[in-house]
């Protein structure tokens, strides 16, 4: 990987139209609808007052595994996502065309042997009406690229979370077929899928696609902050810190301090928190 390469590296605009159903797929894929019996969930997986939950943002205008082109340079197979942000700027909507224009925006080198954190932007514009629905930022450690140069600093800084006992819990289940649905909102990684490329990877089974288990961590802040009322949740950025199984329980503690929520994940089974240095933005 070459410093200058990947910093100007040209990402295609992507145009993508999606329908009430791609929102209702989405939402099944990240736990909606797993209590039938909830008026409140069933407006996110039913056309009757229909909402996107604001985590669907990461499926819109993904310019797909651009970093898997072998003339960037990377080595695809060594990369783990590392953290993810999103920031709401108006409510999705639930069907629509939008524009996503992803760019590079720095690259911090961690020395040879060591790896190099790429990151990059991705802005979804209506294409109706040009207004900026939402800015995704991402980290991506390239554990295979160290050595390229670069000393770009962090979009953000990990935030630290609260020292005190949680204020709230929420744990929500995880369907057996998580990540074969949530692969159908357009990320279709074997290694969601296929045991024979898991276990490739290292892992005992195919596993959970990190995006989804954020979206989990979405479902549960909208049900434990905002009464479900999606355009409440208007921010959120965290890192990945261990994979998840599709069957197992993810367990969300947060700590409310005004607009300022924190939180983290983890699978209780396990004792293993998976989602770290959480924050969010509330609006009451």
Same mark, same amino acid.
């Given at each position: 990987?070459?410093? $200058?390469t990947?910093?100007n590296? #040209?990402?295609?605009?992507q145009?993508h139209?999606?329908t009430?159903?791609?929102?209702?797929?989405?939402?099944l894929g990240?736990?909606?609808? +797993?209590?039938?019996?909830? /008026?409140? #969930?069933?407006e996110? &997986?039913?056309?009757? $007052?229909?909402?996107?939950?604001?985590t669907q943002?990461?499926?819109?205008?993904y310019p797909?595994?651009?970093?898997?082109d072998? +003339?960037?340079?990377?080595d695809? &197979?060594r990369?783990?996502?590392?953290?993810q942000?999103?920031?709401?700027?108006?409510? *999705? /909507?639930? %069907?629509?065309? &939008?524009?996503?224009?992803t760019?590079?925006?720095?690259? $911090?080198?961690?020395?040879?042997?060591?790896? =190099? *954190?790429?990151?990059?932007?991705?802005q979804?514009?209506n294409? #109706?009406?040009g207004?900026?629905?939402?800015?995704?930022?991402?980290?991506?450690?390239?554990?295979?690229?160290?050595?390229?140069g670069?000393?770009d600093?962090?979009?953000?800084?990990?935030?630290?979370?609260?020292?005190?006992? %949680?204020?709230?819990?929420?744990?929500?289940?995880?369907?057996? #077929?998580?990540?074969?649905? @949530?692969?159908?909102?357009?990320? @279709? $990684?074997?290694?969601h899928?296929? *045991?024979e &490329? !898991?276990s490739? +990877?290292?892992?005992?089974?195919?596993?959970?696609h990190?995006?989804?288990t954020?979206?989990?961590a979405?479902?549960?802040?909208?049900?434990t902050?905002?009464? @479900?009322? +999606? =355009?409440r949740?208007t921010?959120?950025?965290?890192?990945?810190?261990?994979?998840? @199984?599709?069957?197992?329980?993810?367990?969300?503690?947060?700590?409310?301090?005004?607009?300022?929520?924190?939180?983290?994940?983890?699978?209780p089974?396990?004792?293993q928190?998976?989602?770290?240095?959480?924050? !969010?933005?509330?609006?009451?």
């Amino acid at each position: 990987m070459d410093y $200058n390469t990947i910093l100007n590296w #040209q990402v295609e605009e992507q145009v993508h139209t999606y329908t009430e159903r791609d929102t209702m797929l989405y939402a099944l894929g990240v736990g909606f609808g +797993a209590d039938p019996l909830d /008026p409140r #969930q069933l407006e996110f &997986v039913y056309e009757k $007052n229909l909402q996107a939950t604001p985590t669907q943002a990461v499926v819109l205008g993904y310019p797909g595994f651009w970093m898997g082109d072998p +003339a960037t340079g990377i080595d695809a &197979v060594r990369l783990v996502h590392g953290e993810q942000g999103i920031e709401i700027h108006q409510p *999705l /909507p639930v %069907a629509g065309t &939008v524009i996503g224009q992803t760019r590079v925006t720095g690259i $911090n080198d961690k020395g040879p042997d060591k790896g =190099a *954190l790429v990151y990059s932007e991705r802005q979804v514009f209506n294409h #109706q009406t040009g207004d900026l629905l939402a800015t995704l930022t991402s980290t991506t450690f390239c554990r295979g690229d160290g050595g390229c140069g670069g000393d770009d600093p962090a979009p953000y800084v990990p935030h630290k979370l609260p020292e005190r006992p %949680a204020d709230l819990e929420c744990e929500l289940p995880l369907v057996e #077929q998580a990540a074969l649905i @949530y692969r159908l909102s357009g990320d @279709y $990684n074997p290694l969601h899928a296929d *045991l024979e &490329v !898991a276990s490739k +990877a290292g892992f005992e089974r195919p596993i959970l696609h990190g995006l989804a288990t954020m979206g989990v961590a979405g479902h549960a802040l909208l049900k434990t902050c905002c009464d @479900y009322d +999606a =355009a409440r949740l208007t921010s959120m950025r965290l890192r990945f810190s261990a994979p998840v @199984y599709p069957g197992e329980i993810l367990r969300t503690e947060i700590w409310r301090d005004e607009e300022q929520v924190s939180f983290r994940c983890s699978v209780p089974a396990r004792d293993q928190v998976v989602l770290s240095n959480g924050l !969010a933005v509330i609006e009451k």
